[in-house]
């Protein structure tokens, strides 16, 4: 009994160490990405698809909030930081490049005879003013309305590009805490309307048109349709090394396209969207 | 005797750290929600029912309701269905059925709460919304999934604190000729009282701190609740649907929220001690 106690021990410290020691032995350029999650998936696939050309370089994507990763850009616990809203201006300081745009599109249940509404209908449905779907076309049934919660990026973009300053989205609305979770609520709910990012946008749901106009490629870039964001990688100082490496690997058409196919929308007048699937 | 001195210390240690962690715990949250609560006034806090955290609003009441709203209604499902399972499982059953039954009842306290709450999501919510109206997502789906959850805690409670009556209890009340029902309903349901009570207060402190589950089921709303049919945030959920992108002010709202749990929660904990030691004496 008494001679097992030190193997054990012995053991422990062992995995231990491969736990805070991690990559001591050897030595590469590593770079850390911290932000947003609306961007954190792309950014994940982008890291992915760079790494495989420059394998001994490291980069780590990591979630935590547009506001998280531009308190971390400005303390320097990472390098680059994503965001999905704009800087504000005691971030200023902060050098911010638009790495690609997103859209947001407002969604109702397929079977919604519902095509079109406009920026004033949209607005206020969601201060509550309007309740009812008759008020507006359909049936006598109450309006489902189904919003982010407070901090997230695409609520803050909503907020000030649909509601304006003088109008609060209801608290009566229903609050879902992702893309996701709003999709299936909506795709479920023949009464509800909600607001999603225009790539995760699926035949489950229907984007409307708002005031007459469609969500595509040709109305965003000609900045026909409103609701959209771009997505920022937010630098210290100006990018240096492997930051800068990893931000002309986004920017490049390679990246750009990568991001296309996501469902993301590049002002790069020369990429075409991906035939869809 | 050294050694044996030697391993109390270490024990003692051992135990002094897992407290001192619920210390840190503790000072932690009050040390972080506490200066937001003064700053906007206990009051305004506590009552206010609007809550716009990015605005400078924090009115948690709405929260406090939709707690007390969903806690009672895991109560009014998951109390008569415990307590009879309880006496079922003690009283009625043949020793067999009860030793195939009692690991079923721990089983369903080992299921991750994020699979009731996607059940709820997909069964649940879609039967309300479309035969009773209304959203679906709702107080009455979240109470029915949440008094499903605490059934381990009555039942398995409840069932000990009967089986630890002594057998005279029975014995005598069959001689004097009542029936097994009379028996279990004016003899032994009442002697088992406090353990009874005890396993509602645990199952209530279970239900206030759900979080998972009520986040996928209860829709969230912001709002003061006005019919079992609306939309309801809990005191938990808010806690856990804001968490991921909150800064400054409104993270110090979501700790002073977890705050105001903390002394809900001790509050009922205490209580379920002071019966259950009553009934011992």
């Known amino acids: 009994m008494p001679a097992r106690a030190p193997r054990l021990i012995l053991s422990l410290v062992l995995c231990l160490s491969q736990i805070f020691l991690p990559g001591c032995h050897r030595n590469r350029a590593e770079v850390s990405v911290v932000g947003s999650t609306s961007v954190q998936p792309f950014a994940e696939a982008l890291a992915e698809e760079f790494m495989v050309s420059h394998s001994a370089e490291r980069i780590f994507i990591q979630g935590g909030g547009s506001t998280a990763g531009i308190q971390a850009v400005l303390t320097g616990a990472a390098q680059v930081g994503m965001s999905s809203r704009k800087l504000e201006e005691s971030e200023k300081e902060l050098i911010s490049v638009p790495i690609i745009y997103d859209a947001i599109a407002v969604i109702v249940h397929r079977t919604n005879p519902l095509n079109n509404l406009s920026m004033d209908q949209i607005r206020k449905i969601y201060a509550g003013k309007i309740t009812r779907w008759k008020e507006i076309e359909g049936t006598d049934r109450a309006i489902t309305v189904v919003t982010r919660e407070e901090g997230s990026g695409t609520r803050e973009t909503f907020q000030n590009l649909v509601m304006g300053k003088n109008e609060e989205i209801s608290l009566g609305a229903l609050v879902q805490d992702s893309n996701g979770a709003i999709r299936q609520v909506v795709a479920d709910d023949p009464n509800a309307i909600g607001f999603i990012s225009l790539g995760l946008v699926n035949d489950r749901v229907k984007a409307l048109k708002i005031d007459g106009i469609e969500p595509t490629l040709q109305n965003i870039r000609a900045h026909r349709y409103q609701i959209v964001r771009p997505f920022l990688f937010v630098f210290k100082s100006s990018p240096q090394g492997l930051a800068k490496e990893f931000l002309d690997y986004v920017l490049s058409p390679k990246g750009q396209e990568l991001l296309m196919q996501e469902g993301l929308v590049s002002m790069d007048q020369s990429l075409r969207k991906e035939a869809q699937k | ?281």
Request: overall charge positive; glycine content about 12%.
């Open chain 2, 1 to 281: 005797m050294n050694r044996e001195k030697l391993l109390e210390r270490g024990f003692l240690l051992v135990a002094l750290s897992s407290i001192s962690i619920l210390a840190l715990i503790a000072f932690f949250i009050f040390e972080e929600g506490l200066p937001l609560v003064w700053k906007v006034g206990l009051k305004t806090f506590l009552l206010g029912d609007r809550w716009f955290p990015s605005k400078g609003s924090f009115g948690i009441f709405p929260m406090i309701v939709g707690s007390f709203w969903v806690t009672l209604g895991a109560l009014v499902v998951g109390v008569p269905l415990g307590l009879a399972c309880a006496i079922f499982l003690c009283e009625l059953t043949p020793t067999k059925v009860g030793m195939v039954l009692r690991p079923m009842i721990q089983l369903l306290a080992a299921i991750p709460s994020v699979i009731y709450g996607f059940w709820g999501l997909i069964v649940l919510v879609p039967l309300i919304r479309n035969h009773l109206g209304g959203p679906g997502l709702s107080i009455l789906a979240g109470s029915f999934v949440l008094g499903i959850m605490i059934l381990p805690t009555i039942i398995s409670i409840s069932e000990d604190s009967l089986r630890a009556l002594p057998r005279i209890y029975k014995e005598g009340a069959l001689s004097l000729g009542a029936t097994h029902w009379q028996t279990i309903w004016r003899v032994l349901l009442p002697a088992a009282r406090s353990g009874i009570v005890a396993s509602i207060i645990l199952g209530m402190g279970r239900a206030l701190g759900e979080t998972m589950a009520m986040i996928m089921i209860l829709g969230n709303a912001a709002q003061m609740p006005h019919s079992i049919l609306s939309s309801a945030r809990t005191l938990t959920t808010n806690i856990g649907i804001e968490m991921g992108y909150a800064s400054g002010d409104h993270r110090a709202a979501l700790f002073a929220t977890g705050v105001v749990l903390f002394f809900i929660i001790m509050g009922l904990n205490s209580l379920a001690l002071v019966i259950s030691r009553k009934g011992r004496a």
